[in-house]
């Protein structure tokens, strides 16, 4: 199973690539509007049609999750929980940090056992397997909490920003990268502390794989009141998320979260 969702990050990522270099213009396009509702680029759809190919040529029966096609129940004990392209703006804009994201499990986010994010632009891989730690380019990384004055974090701003997210921005050095998978696993590595949204708005498909990461690499995954982030294998619940080197820096987010709203 890991083999086969390896095999189609590998594919995703060199799809996306020669897309990227003969068709750029191309990328950003309208092409129909995806399971959740959301605008299916022309980018996206390529991307997503590389792992349903893979997926249906396979001798091993797996389901899988994806933002444009929904849920595809193939009779498999194990799901493919797919962003095919995540920071697809940053993608088709000319942004380099966008990747495509993959995690193995079976119904929810706390039995995700295999998690791959991959940046197209650098090539850069973050692998975690459940109990085996987390990787970047196959050396082991974790999180790292830093001097409170050195914190550095990624927080959701723009028209989906909360009035807290604002005061973080305001008290913290402040980051906004574009793509939650990648944002996370900066946390993993150490580059980031936090990296929070603070409206009920992310999807299992963005966040599964660099959960598991951020989690393998000694760092914690919650909502926005700090209770450990669990939700199911579907595109229909939307999260809060808190990603964070340590729970005692995600208390200290969650508590200043909770004297905001109280003005």
Known sequence: ????????????????????????????????????????????????????????????????LSEECG????????????????????????IPFFSVSLAVGSKELSDVVYGIVKNISTGDEFVAEKGKGSFLNN??????EVLPKERLSSVMLGRYCTAYAQVLAAQDNIRSLGAASLEMCLVAMGALDVYYVG??????????AATLIVREAGGFVTNRSGEILNMGLNLEERRSVIAACSMDLISRIVSGGVEQDKR
Request: net charge positive; charged share 25%; proline share 2%.
């Open 71 to 94: 849920f595809l129940d193939n009779g498999g004990q194990y799901t493919f929980v797919l962003d095919p392209v995540d920071g697809t703006r940053n993608a088709y804009r000319g």
């Open 1 to 64: 199973m890991r083999q086969l969702g390896y095999s189609i990050i590998q594919k995703i990522y060199r799809k996306v690539r020669r897309v990227m270099k003969n068709q750029f213009y191309q990328m950003g396009r309208l092409v129909d509007v995806g399971a959740d509702g959301t605008p299916t680029l022309y980018i996206d759809r390529v991307a997503e049609d590389v792992a349903i190919n893979a997926v249906k040529k396979s001798s091993v029966s797996v389901n899988l």
């Open 199 to 208: 409206r009920e708005f992310m999807r299992v498909i963005d966040i599964a």
């Open 139 to 144: 050396q082991q990384i974790a999180a790292v």
